[in-house]
């Protein structure tokens, strides 16, 4: 699950003109780590849900990468 989200954080980073990371930081701020703003972080929602199935903020405001893969594990394992 990690590999393909940092897929998809690294799509939303090349969107930006920013460089692809190797790994996904922890617990991995969103704004601050990987410097998304509202815009960045409604386009990774969607991707991950068209990808996943699942809306990450469908619980609240995710702040980090590990509070996104919590709740992908956790609807995994739930469905």
Known sequence: ???QILG???VVRANKGLSALESLPSPGRLRGD???DSIDLAELAVRIEDATGVDVYA???VHTV???L??????E???
């Open 66 to 68: 590990d509070e996104i």
């Open 77 to 79: 394992h739930e469905g």
């Open 34 to 36: 990987l410097g998304f």
């Open 1 to 3: 699950m990690q590999h």
């Open 8 to 10: 998809l954080v690294n």
């Open 59 to 61: 619980d609240g405001v």
């Open 70 to 75: 919590t709740r992908l594990h956790r609807r």
